[in-house]
């Protein structure tokens, strides 16, 4: 069996009286591509915002690589090696497509002030393999045609696409991403489907919240079942569809 | 053939540049001579001071256009290097450092209070930083007004006079310097000394821009989130931002002191960091050529609303019916509501702002709720 790469214990969270994550544990194996699913309001993105520092929890704590994540620091979660989409994009949208992949480059670099305008050779250097990094991506997610134009002006696939540039550009371990597929075609879906297994074959674990019921069921290794803040089941998609109490969750219907 | 086409459009786009370089230094080196000629030494004067504004501009525009961060005390760091340099070179203390000294000194210090006034104000944004930063303008002024007891220190609102003016070399700046049978008129030398520095500080700007620093600022302008979860500690890179724009004022600030001879309270009010502010807003935030656009604009058109309004008045009235003072402040203000109506984004926008402000669709899915 692989080594676990990330295990939440006992995760809390509330605001004020509504509580979005109840004792969740759950533990995520290295090289794994590992679905979070649930109706909406059950809490995804809320772990996903506990995972990535940005919301402070209030129980339980998250061991990353061996590592105790420390609670709302986001910066250094990003440099441990987790990196993250948004489920309602949040890109740089007056920076470049470009731009926003070298953002992501911004914790694997060390460029400061005197760099910047002295321009010495470890920095110039810095900036050519930033510059190429982003290159690659761009070309890696299929939007090498974009570069030069502006996030904002990006269609809605294409943006989600970025998004997962920008989030690679961290070298990060577990990339996590929350609803990628929302507001994508067949055609378009298909081919997510298809970027996710890529980056699972480098050697990158993946996170992945997803409405889409059938994508999640034929890309992951094994799933989490989320309803009102708990974890009701987590297994492999062929028994977590016959699981009663997700069927429950899901009222009968959409999820078998 | 399209490769050899695009080679030949960049090597005429390089001589273009080449060209026009050449031509803005011969413009910017002969400007001071017909400046000084053709309409005398006060629009001189106003020259060096457009070139003082520039470099304020350029500063605030850091806090403002780059980083997104509201800053409505600007000012404050133009008087701390000032003030450092009144303090260090005149009478008053019987100190007389050397202007390479103070400087870079005065820059340190202003830098040092750009931190001070980021620090507590990390978490705040929009309004609520406009309060804060204007609070802070006006605590420093303030300061500089009383504190002169117990122990004297900036002399209150009478100011320090008597300030050394910029020695380089063996050379004053404060009277004509002869070279190799050349006369340079005072005027003239702080011109091309004022110049080289405002240069620099363009230099750095845009050397910062288009750097990991500078797209860190930006990132944290259109997403704070976004940029923390890309692994930007936003705290030291706002941080970062304060200080650069700060020390820019400190620089124009030590060299406002030695060229005017005198500094007060007064001269560093509310009304001064606004003044910044519209010239950053309305040149163009973030975009360089906009802000000193912005800059000399805002230096040169109230200068003429002043030199020219009296006598206007006297050829159409016979008399002078408006103070020109108020007159300047009324046609400014409209100047200002004329230009945010119709260019929204500044005279001078970067491209990205411009399309930003034409309003189209592809914004909503940004926006799109979780
Ligand atoms: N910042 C917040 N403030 C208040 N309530 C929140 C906040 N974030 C999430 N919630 C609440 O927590 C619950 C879980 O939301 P969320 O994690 O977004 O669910 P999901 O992603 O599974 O649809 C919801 O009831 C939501 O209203
Ligand atoms: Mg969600």
Redesign the interface.
């Known amino acids: 069996m692989s080594s676990t790469l990330l295990e939440a214990r006992a995760i809390d969270k509330h605001f004020g009286g509504v509580t979005a994550l109840r004792n969740v544990s759950l533990t995520i194996r290295q090289g794994e591509i590992y679905g979070l699913i649930g109706p909406n309001g059950a809490g995804k993105?809320s772990f996903f915002n506990v995972l990535?520092?940005?919301y402070h929890p209030d129980g339980g704590e998250l061991i990353f690589a061996g590592e105790k994540l420390q609670a709302s620091a986001?910066?250094k979660?990003?440099?441990l090696g987790i990196?993250?989409t948004?489920?309602?994009?949040?890109?740089?949208?007056?920076?470049t497509a470009m731009?926003n992949v070298?953002?992501?480059?911004?914790?694997?670099?060390h460029?400061?002030?005197f760099?910047?305008?002295l321009?010495d050779r470890r920095?110039t250097r810095?900036?050519a393999a930033?510059r190429r990094r982003a290159e690659e991506l761009l070309n890696y997610v299929n939007i090498a045609d974009r570069a030069d134009d502006?996030a904002?002006?990006?269609s809605?696939g294409d943006?989600r696409r970025l998004e997962i540039a920008?989030a690679l550009?961290?070298d990060p371990k577990l990339l996590a991403l929350d609803e990628p597929a929302a507001g994508m075609n067949g055609t378009e879906t298909a081919s997510l489907r298809e970027l996710i297994e890529g980056i699972r074959k480098d050697g990158i674990t993946v996170l992945l919240i997803e409405h889409d019921v059938k994508l999640v069921m034929g890309l992951c290794d094994r799933v989490a079942v989320l309803d009102y803040g708990e974890k009701i089941c987590e297994d492999v998609p062929s028994l977590v569809q016959k699981d009663p109490k997700v069927i429950e969750a899901y009222l009968g219907g959409s999820i078998a | 053939m399209t490769s050899m086409s695009s080679l030949n459009a960049l090597r005429t786009d390089k001589r273009m540049v080449i060209a026009a370089t050449v031509i803005m230094g011969i413009a910017l080196a002969v400007l001071p001579f017909i400046i000084g000629s053709g309409l005398g030494n006060s629009w001189l004067r106003i020259l060096n001071f457009a070139l003082l504004y520039i470099m304020l501009a350029l500063g605030l525009n850091i806090v403002v256009g780059f980083a997104g961060l509201l800053d409505l005390g600007y000012i404050a760091f133009y008087a701390v290097g000032a003030y450092l340099y009144a303090l260090l070179a005149s009478p008053h203390f019987g100190l007389h450092l050397p202007v390479w000294v103070i400087i870079p000194a005065g820059a340190a210090l202003a830098g040092i209070f750009g931190a001070l006034l980021g620090a507590p104000t990390l978490r705040l944004r929009g309004d609520y930083l406009a309060i804060v930063t204007l609070g802070f303008g006006e605590i420093v002024r303030i300061f500089l007004n009383n504190l002169n007891a117990p122990v004297n220190i900036t002399n209150g609102p009478q100011g320090i006079s008597g300030i050394d003016p910029i020695h380089l070399g063996g050379f004053t700046l404060a009277k004509p310097i002869s070279l190799f049978g050349f006369t340079l008129p005072s005027l003239h030398a702080y011109y091309y000394l004022f110049l080289a520095l405002a240069l620099f500080i363009v230099f750095v700007t845009i050397r910062l821009e288009n750097s990991r620093i500078g797209r860190a600022w930006v990132a944290i302008r259109e997403d704070e989130i976004a940029a923390k979860s890309c692994g930007i500690n936003t705290r030291n890179i706002k941080l970062l931002a304060f200080t650069m724009g700060a020390s820019f004022g400190g620089v124009a600030g030590g060299l406002f002191a030695g060229f005017q001879g005198f500094v007060s309270p007064e001269s560093f009010n509310l009304m001064e960091s606004v003044m910044v502010l519209c010239m950053v807003v309305l040149g163009g935030m973030g975009n360089i050529p906009g802000v000193i656009l912005g800059g000399i604009l805002l230096t040169i058109l109230p200068e003429i609303f002043r030199h020219g309004s009296g006598p206007v008045q006297v050829a159409i009235f016979g008399k002078i019916l408006l103070d020109p003072e108020a007159l300047r402040m009324l046609l400014f203000g409209l100047a200002l509501i004329v230009v945010m109506l119709y260019r929204p984004a500044g005279l001078w926008p970067s491209t990205t702002r411009r399309r930003e402000f034409r309003g189209d669709s592809t914004n909503d899915v940004l926006k799109e709720g979780e």
């Open positions: 993105t990535t520092g940005l986001p910066h979660v990003a440099k990196a993250r948004f489920q309602n994009i949040r890109l740089f949208g007056n920076m731009e070298m953002v992501g480059r911004h914790v694997r670099t460029a400061g002030v760099g910047a305008v321009h920095t810095e900036e930033i502006l904002r002006h990006l809605y943006q920008r550009a961290t």
